[in-house]
C-alpha cells in the first residue's frame, strides 16, 4: 500500500498482535454484556495507542494521523467499542485539549491520558440537539475565582469512566444576541457532577453513554480550557478529526464483515458446490462489497495523507464519515445475508457490525448535519 512506511507498518503490527492477542478473545463477550473495555482501554494507553498524535513533551509519541487510522483499522475488524471509546478519548476530548490547551493544562491532563492514566469524555450534546448549539442552556458563570456550571448533557460516551469531562457551556450574558460558548476542564469528583445510567443502546455497547448532570458544579478559573466564548470555531475543526477517524474505522468494520462472508462464501457447500461457486449472485455480492471497501479505502487515505500533509480536510473529513458510515452498514448487512440464517445469530459474531454501523451515522454527529456542513464548506470554496 501507497502509505504504508517502515514505521507506519511496525505500529499497525503492534495493534494487530494486540487486537489477536488480547481483543479478539474478549470482543465479542463485551459486547453481549454490555461491558466497557476498560482493560484493553489501558492496554492500549500502554502500548502508546492513546497519544499517536500528540506531542512527545505531553506523552505523546509525535507519530501522525495515517499511523492513528492504521491502528483505529485494525481494532474496528474486531471491536468497533473498543476504537470508539478510545477516539472519544483521544480525538474528541484529547484532540480539543491538544489544540486548546495551555502547556500547565497538557502537562497535567494530556500526558496522563495519552499513556491512558486518566480517561477523558467531551460533554458537548444537549437536549437542544447535538449540532444545535445556538441553543444550548448549560451556563458558566464567573463567582470570584471559580466558574459556577449548571446544565444537561446527554448521550456522553466514556460516561462512568472518565476522569475529567470537557464540557461545553453557554458564558456570554443570557440576553446576548448570540451565544458565546466556552470549554470546561470538570473533574469527575466536583461536587455537583451527576451521572445517569449508562443507556442500553442499539450499538457500540459497552461505550458506557448516558447523561451528565452539572448542579452549582464549581471549577477553579484555571480549569477553562481556550480563550472564553471563542471555543466554538477551533472546535468546528477540531471536530473534523473525530468524523476523520469514523472513516479507518469503518472501514475496518466493513473488511472484517467481508472476510467473513468470502470465507463462508467458500467453505458453505449446497448440492457438491461451494456457495460461491454455485451462485452468482453471492458472487457478485462479495465482488460489489470489495469495490466499496477498496474505494473507501482509497478515500480515507488520501484525505488523511493530505491532514498530514498540513492541509484542511474540512469537508472531507466529515465526508468520511458519512462514506464510511454507507459503506460499513452496506457490507455487514450484505455479509448478514451471505450467512442466510446464521447471518442472525449473535455468536456469529457479524450482526453487531450491523449494528455498530446504524450508530455511526449518529453518534458524535448524524450524517445529515455533517452533509449541511459539506454544502456551506461548498459554497465557500467556489467564492474563492
Ligand atoms: C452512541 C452515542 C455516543 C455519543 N457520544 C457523544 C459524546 O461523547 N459527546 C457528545 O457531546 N455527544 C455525543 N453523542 C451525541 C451525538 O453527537 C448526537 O446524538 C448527534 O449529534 C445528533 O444529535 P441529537 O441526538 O440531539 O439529534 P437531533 O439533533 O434531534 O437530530 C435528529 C435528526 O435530525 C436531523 N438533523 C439534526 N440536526 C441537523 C442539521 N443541522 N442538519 C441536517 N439535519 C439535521 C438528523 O437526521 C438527525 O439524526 C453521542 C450519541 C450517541 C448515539
Same mark, same amino acid.
Given at each position: 500500500m501507497w502509505y504504508l512506511t517502515e514505521e507506519r507498518e511496525l505500529m499497525r503490527n503492534v495493534a494487530r498482535e494486540f487486537v489477536e492477542q488480547e481483543v479478539k478473545p474478549v470482543a465479542l463477550e463485551l459486547d453481549k454484556k454490555d461491558e466497557f473495555p476498560l482493560r484493553l482501554l489501558k492496554r492500549a494507553g500502554e502500548l502508546g495507542f492513546l497519544g499517536i498524535t500528540f506531542p512527545e513533551e505531553y506523552g505523546g509519541l509525535g507519530g501522525d494521523w495515517t499511523t492513528l487510522a492504521l491502528v483505529t483499522e485494525e481494532i474496528s475488524k474486531v471491536s468497533p467499542t473498543l476504537a470508539v471509546v478510545m477516539g472519544a478519548h483521544s480525538v474528541l476530548a484529547g484532540g480539543i485539549l491538544n489544540v486548546l490547551g495551555s502547556h500547565e493544562q497538557k502537562l497535567k491532563y494530556l500526558a496522563p491520558a495519552a499513556k491512558g492514566e486518566i480517561i477523558l469524555a467531551m460533554a458537548g450534546t444537549e437536549a437542544a440537539g447535538g449540532?444545535?448549539?445556538?441553543?444550548?442552556?448549560t451556563r458558566a458563570v464567573l463567582d470570584g475565582d471559580e466558574w459556577v456550571i449548571n446544565g444537561t448533557k446527554l448521550f456522553i460516551t466514556n460516561i462512568h469512566y472518565a476522569d475529567i469531562y470537557i464540557v461545553v457551556a453557554v458564558t456570554s450574558p443570557p440576553d446576548a444576541p448570540k451565544a458565546a460558548h466556552s470549554l470546561f476542564l470538570v473533574p469527575?469528583?466536583?461536587? *455537583?457532577l451527576e451521572l445517569g445510567k449508562p443507556e442500553n443502546k442499539l450499538g457500540w455497547n459497552g461505550s458506557s453513554t448516558g447523561t451528565v448532570y452539572l448542579r452549582n458544579v464549581r471549577v477553579p478559573k484555571e480549569n477553562m480550557l481556550g480563550p472564553e466564548g471563542k471555543t466554538m470555531l477551533p472546535f468546528y475543526f477540531s471536530a473534523t478529526d473525530e468524523f476523520m477517524i469514523c472513516g479507518p474505522m469503518a472501514l475496518g468494520m466493513a473488511e472484517a464483515c467481508y472476510e467473513k462472508a468470502f470465507q463462508y462464501a467458500h467453505e458453505r457447500m449446497q448440492g457438491g458446490k461451494s456457495m460461491y461457486d454455485k451462485y452468482e449472485v453471492v458472487r457478485h455480492k462479495l465482488v460489489n462489497m470489495w469495490i466499496e471497501i477498496e474505494a473507501l479505502r482509497g478515500m480515507v487515505y488520501t484525505a488523511i495523507a493530505k491532514r498530514d500533509s498540513g492541509q484542511m480536510i474540512l469537508g472531507e473529513g466529515r465526508a468520511l464519515k458519512i462514506k464510511g458510515y454507507r459503506v460499513a452498514e452496506y457490507v455487514a448487512n450484505e455479509a448478514i445475508q451471505i450467512h442466510g *440464517?446464521?447471518?442472525?445469530?449473535?455468536?456469529?459474531?457479524l450482526e453487531r457490525f450491523w449494528r455498530d454501523a446504524k450508530v455511526l451515522a449518529i453518534g458524535g454527529g448524524s450524517i445529515e448535519a455533517l452533509t449541511e456542513d459539506i454544502a456551506n464548506i461548498l459554497k465557500r470554496e467556489a467564492r474563492k
Open positions: 449540532a444545535n448549539y445556538g441553543e444550548f442552556t469527575k469528583d466536583a461536587p *455537583g *440464517g446464521l447471518g442472525t445469530i449473535v455468536d456469529t459474531g
